[in-house]
């Protein structure tokens, strides 16, 4: 190291998703004491890399993957969740949440933990569930960005979770088909719920057609949205 080389401590920011890339570029900016830096795989959360950037603190905005005992456990890791916790543990929050009517919830960041969803609360910030998933977890990025702010420069010590726990489970694909329902709303908040980057589209089936479709509008009598239609597999 070349004497008088400013060394920064290193904040890492973990998530694969495009939607972040502007706030990995603005933590850059307003976190310009600290090296900001972003891992967007698993083959990169490896321990060995963390003790050598040895970070004191790694963020993780939007990370499907299991975040390894003996990283959680050695660094402070702060996972991001799309419920009032206790509240709403475990998959698919952002559906779930639609599928049971709710217009807002919180999203909380929350210390990594052995338990799903379980570890104790830093802060918790409204968020409305209006529009499309994409537009929904856009905005979940913009207060994520204010959160790490607020988490880096005050350093809040996390509390512990109060109440009953509500789970979740975790919806799959089969969970999109629009065929049982009944209500135009729910049409409705089937497609947009799932209407983002790398998630699988609400559909119906016919013998011959997989019907996928997005980009909803809801009017009074009629739900319009564009359709992509695929002819089924032989």
């Known amino acids: 190291m070349t004497q008088g080389t400013e060394v920064k401590p290193v904040i890492i920011i973990a998530t694969p998703h495009h939607r972040n890339?502007?706030?990995e570029k603005n933590l850059r900016e307003?976190?310009?004491?600290y090296r900001v830096v972003r891992l967007r795989s698993p083959e990169e959360l490896i321990l060995e890399n963390l003790e050598i950037l040895h970070p004191q603190l790694i963020f993780f905005p939007h990370w499907s993957w299991l975040i390894p005992e003996e990283i959680h456990?050695?660094?402070?890791?702060?996972?991001?969740?799309?419920?009032?916790?206790p509240y709403g543990r475990g998959g698919s929050p952002l559906q779930n949440l639609i599928v049971r009517g709710q217009t807002e919830t919180k999203?909380?960041?929350?210390?990594?933990?052995?338990?799903?969803?379980?570890?104790?609360?830093?802060?918790?910030?409204p968020l409305p569930l209006a529009g499309t998933?994409?537009?929904i977890l856009h905005h979940a990025s913009e207060l994520m960005?204010?959160?790490?702010?607020?988490?880096?420069?005050n350093r809040p010590?996390?509390?512990?979770?109060?109440?009953?726990?509500?789970i979740f489970k975790r919806r799959c694909p089969e969970d999109s088909n629009l065929a049982d329902l009944s209500e135009l709303g729910q049409v409705y908040d089937y497609i947009r719920m799932l209407d983002a980057d790398d998630y699988p589209k609400a559909f119906l089936d016919t013998e011959h057609f997989h019907f996928e479709f997005s980009d909803a509008t809801f009017g009074k009598t009629f739900v319009?949205?564009?359709v992509c239609i695929r002819r089924k597999s032989p």
Not at 157 to 166: A, K, L, R, S, T
């Open 21 to 23: 890339d502007i706030l």
């Open 30 to 33: 307003r976190l310009s004491e």
């Open 73 to 85: 456990t050695s660094f402070e890791c702060v996972v991001f969740h799309m419920t009032d916790l």
């Open 107 to 125: 999203l909380s960041a929350l210390r990594c933990v052995n338990r799903l969803d379980a570890g104790p609360v830093y802060v918790k910030r």
């Open 133 to 135: 998933a994409e537009k």
């Open 145 to 153: 960005e204010e959160m790490i702010f607020e988490i880096v420069r």
């Open 157 to 166: 010590v996390p509390v512990e979770q109060q109440g009953e726990p509500v």
């Open 224 to 226: 319009e949205a564009k």
